[in-house]
């Protein structure tokens, strides 16, 4: 028993792809087919059934069949015999098809195969990872089609590319056009997919693997799926240095999700129910230890120097350092709660939660270092990912404290760090942690809107004549000759003065040239006339600014580091850093 799917792409141009099913339901007094209201790695329901229309229903011999809706997302179809289900999709121009959120499949028949044809333009080509036989693609059952996405078009809009990692044949297929050069970059993502392999000691399938980059003029963003991966990505992210190795970081993020997420997968997701929210609390680890494993994949593929890495490090922690609701949200509740509020953020999520992408990968930043500390340097992150993955890495999938108690295994007495860091709001223990290796977290005021942290000098920004930078508290976008603040800080001097979300500062002490740049002018202890439109009403506050608060991170070493910790500071960046002690000349 199986599904036979068929895509066509009958007018690219009209956008839209028609996609019908196939199954012999004999003995069956009515089927139901069934639409996912989510994609796995995107903790949204999306409601996917919204772009199906014309649903239609027929017989073995082509005669329309009554077909009822009986929930959002579920269409009966009353008869016997043999029948077809047909469903209109709306897609993007060159046909990119995610089969959870196009495909639906027959209501408890979802364990069986599945093969797919496709219909398309003579000159289109189709890019997915499944295997091809006799002419179509073949997946073990809806929850393998429904993860592996379908690229299709002509080979004029795409340039295919292919490399070998540990052996594996790998493909990546760019759509679009931008600054993109497959010789450069084809080589560091064969390098990025070797030092992940070697943090598992191989890879989790021998058949290939298929990276899908869309080329786009702002978005950016990936979804990982169980052999391959679809990247959105600016369309000149390949030669300006920081917009590569952006591009880089999102690449081996989808690539770690190959284990952590797609085969090491939460009891929650094992499997999948596509009628509704799949709660776990464990996307700390899921998303945060892949963010963790983005960085040390470069930096172990030699893509960025130990000072850059380190750097990275120091623009993370500042990012958490300036988000208030790290201290009202504890991890682990951020994750629960990523259906409802990581995918639909408003203007006061910076100050009620925390994302479990930059916590979840600070604390597996620290983790990291906490193992090696206290194993002295026998123990790292990387053993226990290997221990969970070959552990849990199948159904029915990792317990909910599972990553703790694995954790515990390698290195006991963790239970009050683990406390710590993912049911508290406490701040996360940095000194012992970088203490290890031999490093210190500085925290200094902010040099300006540019500085991200992570560096000495705090980018090009600079305080106004070498003293302290005044402290406003919002995030603002300039609109119209104006400021819109997009939101404010807890228990920042905006917020005390009552500036909110969606203001439109207008003027300044009674002017409206230069806002911004008055505004980094300004000392601490002076006090502004701020003139601004409040659903169309024109109001005037003071604000009393204060001095900026020590919210940036960097990361330096200790002078006073022992040899042991320098080893492993060594053996952890996997580099020798700073290149001369300090203090030498
Ligand atoms: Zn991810």
Known sequence: ?????????????????????????????????????WTPGSYLVREHQRHVDGLRALDQDGRPLPVEKVDKHTWRVASSGAR??????????????????????????????????????????TWVALPQRDGAWHAENYDELADSPFEMGPLTSHSAHSFTVEGVPHELVVWGR???????????????????????????????????????????GGLEHRRSAALL???????????????????????????????????????YDWTRENHTRLLWAMEGFTSTY??????????????RFLEIWGERLTGLQRTPG????????????????????????PNTTVSYYLKGSVVGFLLDLELRRRSGGKRSLDDLVRLLFER?????????????????????GLEPWFERALRSTDELDLDAALSGVGLRAVMRPSAGPEDKGGAEQGGKDGAPNGGPRAWFGAQMKERGGGLEVQSVVEGSPAQRAGIGAGDEIVALDGFRTDLKQ???????????????????????????????????????????????????????????????????A
């Open 294 to 307: 983005e960085v040390l994949a470069l930096r172990r593929a030699g893509l960025i120097t130990p000072q």
């Open 233 to 271: 990505v600016p369309r000149f992210a390949f030669v300006q240095k920081s917009a590569y190795e952006d591009f880089l970081l999102l690449a081996a993020h989808e690539y770690f999700h190959l284990w952590n997420v797609k085969r090491l997968r939460p009891v929650a997701f094992t499997p």
């Open 84 to 125: 077809r289900v047909r469903t209109n999709h709306v897609d993007p121009s060159h046909a990119f098809l995610n089969p959870a959120a196009a495909c639906a499949f027959f209501v408890g028949r979802e364990g069986e195969a599945c093969t797919v044809r496709t219909e398309a333009p003579a000159e289109w080509r």
């Open 326 to 349: 790290r201290l009202r949200t504890p991890l682990a509740q951020a994750s629960y709660d990523a259906w409802i509020k990581h995918y639909r953020p408003d203007e006061s999520t």
């Open 1 to 37: 028993m199986s599904t036979a799917y068929v895509l066509k792409i009958a007018e690219p141009e009209a956008r839209r792809a028609e996609i019908s099913l196939e199954a012999d339901t004999r003995g069956a007094a009515s089927m139901e087919a069934r639409l996912p209201v």
């Open 518 to 584: 008055r505004l980094g002018r300004a000392v601490p202890g002076q006090q502004i006339r701020v003139t601004f439109f409040r659903m169309d009403e024109l109001i005037e506050l003071r604000v009393q600014l204060t001095a900026a608060p020590r919210d940036t991170v960097v990361l330096t070493p200790d002078p006073r580091a022992t040899d042991q910790q320098v080893r492993l500071r060594a053996s952890w960046i996997g580099a020798p850093w700073p290149d001369q002690p300090p203090g030498s």
């Open 178 to 220: 931008g600054d993109f050069e497959g010789r450069r970059v084809v080589p560091d993502l064969a390098r990025i997919g070797e030092a992940l392999a070697a943090v598992f000691r191989g890879l989790p399938f021998q058949d290939r693997y298929l990276f899908v980059v869309h080329l786009n003029d702002k978005g950016r």
């Open 392 to 412: 849990h890495g199948r159904a029915p999938g990792l317990p909910e404290d599972g990553v703790e108690r694995a954790a515990l295994e390698l290195v006991p």
